[in-house]
């Protein structure tokens, strides 16, 4: 029996995607029991979904679509941006809240680039996509939450509202009872030759000694063929148990399953505040003298401080930057060090957090800089599509306010295969061979998650 085969307790309004864009929507949201929330996603495998954890007791799934919003082509995030603002002007409280009920909020991503992710496994993601669930869980600081997304006819009549309540928290109630997942057996990983990579850094330093790029993030894409089929829930169960403060994501569509634990935010949003984060710059581990030499080695200085120049030239025209830290902070992730350079500040005007994350993405710790020919290089070298891999993924709520991730140390699962990508950020003093040591030592995080 397949893992699409194998929910517990079907509920057929909850595969259904049936409202349109012009339709009013209700909300409604009651108190849950707390179950492990990645669990969800199993026990609704037939519907597309959603996980997202900031790291510690925060978790959201997302079940079912109410609403689905697309953006394509170089105005993706306006088209996007537009279609929310309409959404939100549609939505409505079915009743009175209770103290600490959550509101709903849409989740999704974009794809790394334009024209980047027509093909598997990317096809069904689109180049962004953000969708209101039809069932929220919400689980933080020992409490749960249910949200429930319907139309007014459904919220309307007491009877159909108790119905649909009723099988969302019984859906809940049957992820405590699930099995184990079975573990996926032993891989088996194909790549393209490493030699490959060896010309495309060259290519890289080429071009930056002609003056025409400073920086360029190359990707790698690694396939890994497993014995059985993988767990969604099961990977990001143990992405918890090994960083349990660590971001997490998943997001279904269809077959396909994009997650991962990204090292970094883009944007974090509270009405007028705002915060984001420069991380470049890697060591693994368990080098005992990594956290010295980040702070002192020219090549990881180099490939850090675009960064920060980049998000600071982007952001001040729209906001009052707080004072940086002095020097980068090293900053570990799982199994690497990074260098970190939190950035924070106020806006002096009202702007959406769409309209900020088409202004700060892609940053140079995952395209390159200058960020132009950066990305005119990846697009013409790269041999795989990036698809949304480093591309921002988050939430949204109808205040306003977002938080969004870079999506790194990531990959899509679909059966038994995991398209899994890593990347390392090329300067003029990169070696081929250390920078493809580091790819490796960012893989391990997914190949461990998925066993």
């Known amino acids: 029996m397949t893992q699409r085969d194998s929910a517990s307790f079907p509920v057929p309004w909850l595969e259904r995607e049936s409202f349109v864009n012009a339709q009013p929507l209700q909300w409604l949201s009651v108190p849950a029991p707390l179950v492990p929330a990645e669990s969800l996603l199993a026990v609704a495998p037939r519907v597309d979904a959603w996980y997202w954890s900031s790291g510690g007791d925060h978790e959201l799934v997302g079940l079912g679509v109410a609403r689905r919003l697309f953006g394509s082509g170089s105005e993706r995030f306006q088209q996007l941006d537009h279609q929310l603002q309409q959404l939100w002007s ?30 598997a496994p990317w096809s069904d993601f689109g180049e962004g996509q953000l ?27 007491a009877a159909e509202r108790a119905r649909l309540l ?103 949003k509270r009405g007028s505040r705002l915060e984001t984060e420069a991380v470049a710059g890697t060591l693994p581990a368990s080098d005992p003298g990594a956290v010295e030499q980040l702070t002192r080695d020219a090549k990881l200085l180099a490939e850090h401080a675009p960064v920060v120049q980049d998000l600071l030239e982007r952001l001040r025209p729209l906001a009052e930057l707080d004072p940086l830290p002095e020097h980068p902070i090293p900053y570990r992730a799982r199994n690497v060090w990074h260098l970190k350079t939190p950035i924070s500040a106020t806006l002096r005007e009202p702007h959406s957090a769409l309209s900020l994350l088409s202004r700060i993405h892609p940053t140079p710790a995952v395209g390159g800089y200058p960020t132009r020919p950066a990305l005119d290089f990846i697009a013409q070298h790269e041999p795989d599509e990036r698809g949304w891999y480093a591309g921002p993924i988050g939430w949204i709520d109808a205040a306003g306010d977002a938080e969004f991730a870079v999506a790194l140390r990531s990959g899509v699962i679909t059966g038994k295969l995991a398209h899994l990508y890593v990347g390392a950020g090329i300067v003029s003093g990169s070696d081929s061979d250390s920078e493809l040591a580091e790819t490796s030592w960012k893989l391990k995080v997914l190949l461990s998650a998925l066993g």
Request: glycine share 8%; net charge positive; hydrophobic share 45%.
């Open 90 to 119: 549609s939505l409505e409280p079915a009743a009175a809240l209770e103290a600490g009920a959550p509101a709903p909020r849409v989740v999704g991503g974009l794809a790394f680039q334009t024209r980047r992710a027509e093909h």
């Open 131 to 157: 969708l209101l669930p039809r069932v929220t869980y919400a689980r933080r600081e020992g409490r749960a939450w249910l949200t429930l997304v319907a139309a007014p006819h459904e919220l309307g009549n």
């Open 166 to 268: 009723d099988e969302a928290l019984q859906l809940v109630g049957s992820a405590s009872r699930l099995p184990e997942p079975e573990a996926p057996g032993p891989y088996e990983l194909a790549e393209r030759d490493a030699q490959e990579w060896r010309e495309q850094i060259r290519r890289v330093k080429a071009a930056i000694s002609a003056g025409g790029v400073q920086k360029v993030v190359l990707a790698r894409r690694v396939l890994a063929r497993f014995a059985r089929e993988l767990s969604p829930a099961r990977a990001l169960t143990r992405l918890r148990e090994t960083g349990p403060m660590a971001p997490r994501f998943a997001f279904r569509v269809g077959d396909a399953t994009f997650l991962g634990s990204p090292p970094e935010r883009v944007l974090v």
